[in-house]
């Protein structure tokens, strides 16, 4: 039973490229978040999906910054026109449900350079 | 704003002792508390989590609690051993229209020495 998947593992972008991260959940599992980790600082949420649906993005950058789960498929992070500051760790989470005993799963992240 | 802190910072220890970690949240309206460790360069391994209603959780050699009223909790880890060795996190979970977000602390760093 395969963990929380997460690719690239290492992600080189030019300044103006975009960046595409994707995660693929638990088996099963139908709620996913993703979380930021700049250098020197904690993890900060920056969004929670279900299936087609975003359910919080009160973390999430108000521009460049996209993400979706769509029916088939993993969940993507977009960065459009990436620029040295969005050099980060990028981790997504899966859990199964909704419960207060419902532990988040976490990926091994991506991190992303932008040079 | 649920704000987390975690004391302290770092934290060496030779092989063998106990060892507490604390950490600390402004909002007591928690639904639940997880602890992680972060390995360097690696993602996050679940290691505890303890509902909003419960006040202790123990796996193996760790032993967590929570006192929400204080908001406060500690891991505890008995006989360290080397490979305990990392970034331990704690992250709050918040429920109502919060539900799903985890608000971390900037971690404690432990190495235990051979």
């Known amino acids: 039973n395969a963990g929380v998947m997460q690719n690239p593992r290492h992600l080189v972008r030019r300044r103006g490229q975009e960046a595409r991260l994707r995660c693929s959940p638990v088996?099963?599992?139908?709620?996913v978040y993703w979380y930021r980790q700049l250098p020197e600082e904690g993890l900060k949420f920056m969004v929670y999906?279900?299936?087609?649906?975003?359910?919080?993005e009160s973390g999430m950058p108000k521009e460049r910054f996209s993400a979706e789960f769509p029916k088939e498929g993993p969940s993507i992070l977009r960065i459009q026109q990436v620029v040295r500051g969005d050099s980060a760790a990028y981790f997504c989470a899966s859990s199964p449900g909704a419960g207060q005993n419902t532990e988040a799963f976490f990926g091994q992240g991506t991190r992303l350079t932008v040079v | 704003k649920q704000e987390v802190t975690q004391i302290p910072a770092a934290l060496s220890v030779p092989e063998g002792e106990n060892l507490v970690l604390n950490c600390s949240f402004t909002?007591?309206?928690?639904?639940?508390l997880q602890w992680f460790r972060q390995d360097p360069g690696k993602g996050l391994t679940s290691l505890l989590l303890?509902?909003?209603?419960?006040r202790e959780q123990t796996s193996g050699r760790l032993n967590a609690s929570l006192d929400k009223s204080s908001g406060r909790s500690t891991l505890y880890i008995a006989a360290s051993q080397p490979g305990d060795s990392a970034t331990y996190l704690c992250?709050?979970?918040?429920?109502?229209?919060?539900?799903?977000?985890?608000?971390f602390g900037q971690g404690t760093i432990l190495t235990v020495h051979p």
């Open positions: 999906l279900q299936k087609e649906n975003i359910i919080d």
């Open positions: 992250a709050v979970g918040a429920g109502g229209t919060s539900y799903g977000k985890l608000t």
């Open positions: 088996k099963g599992h139908s709620h």
């Open positions: 909002d007591s309206a928690i639904y639940n």
């Open positions: 303890i509902q909003s209603s419960q």
